[in-house]
């Protein structure tokens, strides 16, 4: 089951925060967050490892939570170029295969 | 490196049409994965590959098989195309290691509308 995504969708203006958050059912180990630009592949933004560590992206920053099995991404003093589709993915399950798994996604628009 | 590249970019079929989507990688990476993505929506597993000659069906394999005879190549066979297959197609590899490496790279990917 993939992971949950919360909001589904956020508008912002310029220079506004904002957070999305990536839920799971199951166990992390670690997350990966990116980021989807309309007509575009994913990027990959930054990953998250267990342990609670925070790592940062420009002006974007995530935190995870083994234990609440979640993962959250900060944006911080949003820009136009933030706007996209943003995914968390992690590994399903952590070990012995090599499935894949999206989250299912938050939409951020920035407006001037 | 040009990374992972996918061809066509673009292809309208018929219905009950087959074709083959093509993708490639020139990082030398093991794991490689077929995703699709309709409108709106998020990324759908497709079949994922672990190393030549090894495959495996993802969430959503029906209507798709694939091969990996090489560690560059990993196509996508759609066999008896169905309006429900109109979708983009992403392809993507990424290298066997810890966690750092399960990052995955994306090709441009394939855009397919089944009439």
């Known amino acids: 089951q993939q992971p949950v995504q919360s909001p589904q969708a956020v508008i912002l203006r310029e220079g506004e925060d904002a957070v999305i958050n990536c839920s799971s059912s199951k166990a992390l180990y670690s997350v990966h967050w990116y980021r989807q630009k309309h007509g575009e592949a994913p990027v990959f933004l930054m990953i998250l490892l267990k342990g609670g560590e925070q790592k940062g992206h420009e002006k974007i920053s995530a935190s995870f939570n083994e234990k609440k099995q979640q993962s959250s991404l900060y944006l911080t003093a949003s820009q136009l170029s933030y706007s996209g589709t943003y995914f968390c993915g992690t590994p399903e399950p952590p070990s012995g295969t090599y499935k894949y798994i999206f989250g299912t996604g938050t939409r951020l628009k920035v407006l001037a | ?115």
């Open chain 2, 1 to 115: 490196n040009a990374g992972v590249t996918q061809t066509p970019k673009f292809r309208i079929l018929k219905i009950g049409q087959s074709m083959t989507l093509q993708c490639a990688q020139d990082m030398n990476h093991n794991y490689m994965y077929w995703y699709r993505q309709d409108p709106g929506m998020g990324l759908k597993l497709i079949y994922y590959s672990v190393g030549a000659g090894i495959t495996d069906k993802g969430e959503v394999p029906n209507g798709y098989n694939v091969s990996r005879s090489t560690t560059e190549d990993f196509p996508l066979r759609l066999e008896l195309a169905a309006p429900s297959q109109t979708s983009v197609y992403f392809c993507a590899s990424r290298s066997s290691g810890g966690p750092i490496q399960e990052t995955q790279y994306f090709g441009p990917g394939t855009r397919l509308l089944v009439l």
